[in-house]
């Protein structure tokens, strides 16, 4: 089936550094989507791509999906302590299944 | 508006008992997913509705199961309890849409279920 892998699962920068994270599929996406979620919170939707090449920013977030729909990458500008959640990527597979796979999640821990 | 509303919050349940899960979707949107998150695992589909049919089924054992109602209002049950079945059981609405999501999924803030 299909899989949706981020690694690593934890990272830890310094306030102020940029971060960047990856996330691969073992199949061609129909859309990509991320979400953050905060400690002891729930996650709470940021963004969907979902043309190939597709590129969108928010503030210092920025979203891009790959050329083959395959993976796709957030990359934070100059991190803040805000910036401190746990950071998923989701995938629905082409085809008709609506399904919606989450990666694992990557944990970012910003030091200020 | 109001949020994804979960219900209860939090649970206490000894192995072998079952427990009902309610979740109340954001109003006007009609497709309800439930996913289970352990900090092993991440975020796990447990299965999707969309007015009152199954539409997706994840992974889990047949203990695992869930309804939709006509106000789109979605219970899931657990039968049998184990301990391995302790996680943060979330649920998420989106608008209608049949086929591919267009928008993303709103979470609620889960239930905290503790199998003891």
């Known amino acids: 089936g299909q899989q949706v892998m981020q690694i690593p699962q934890y990272q830890h920068v310094q306030e102020g550094e940029d971060f960047t994270t990856y996330c691969n599929s073992s199949?061609?996406?129909?859309?990509i989507q991320w979400y953050k979620q905060r400690p002891g919170g729930h996650p709470v939707f940021l963004i969907q791509?979902?043309?190939?090449?597709e590129v969108k920013k928010q503030k210092r977030l920025t979203f891009q999906f790959g050329e083959a729909k395959k993976n796709s990458s957030l990359h934070i500008t100059a991190t803040q302590t805000t910036d401190v959640g746990t950071y998923f990527c989701?995938?629905?597979?082409?085809?008709?299944?609506?399904?919606?796979?989450f990666g694992k999640g990557i944990t970012l821990s910003v030091r200020p | 508006k109001a949020g994804v509303t979960q219900t209860p919050r939090y649970l206490i349940k000894t192995r072998g008992q079952q427990v009902t899960l309610s979740c109340s979707p954001i109003?006007?949107?009609?497709?309800v997913s439930w996913y289970q998150q352990t900090p092993g695992q991440g975020l796990q589909f447990l299965f999707e509705?969309?007015?009152?049919?199954?539409?997706n089924k994840g992974n889990f054992p047949g203990r695992f199961s869930g309804r939709q109602f006509s106000n789109s209002r979605s219970e899931m049950n657990v039968s049998t309890l184990e301990l391995g079945d302790s996680a943060l059981y979330l649920c998420?609405?989106?608008?209608?849409?049949?086929?591919?999501?267009?928008?993303?999924?709103?979470f609620g803030s889960g239930t905290r279920l503790t199998v003891v």
């Open positions: 509705y969309f007015s009152e049919t199954q539409r």
């Open positions: 998420a609405s989106r608008r209608p849409a049949r086929g591919l999501p267009r928008e993303g999924y709103t």
């Open positions: 989701a995938g629905t597979d082409t085809g008709a299944n609506s399904k919606l796979t």
């Open positions: 199949t061609t996406l129909s859309n």
């Open positions: 791509l979902v043309k190939s090449g």
């Open positions: 109003s006007g949107h009609r497709s």
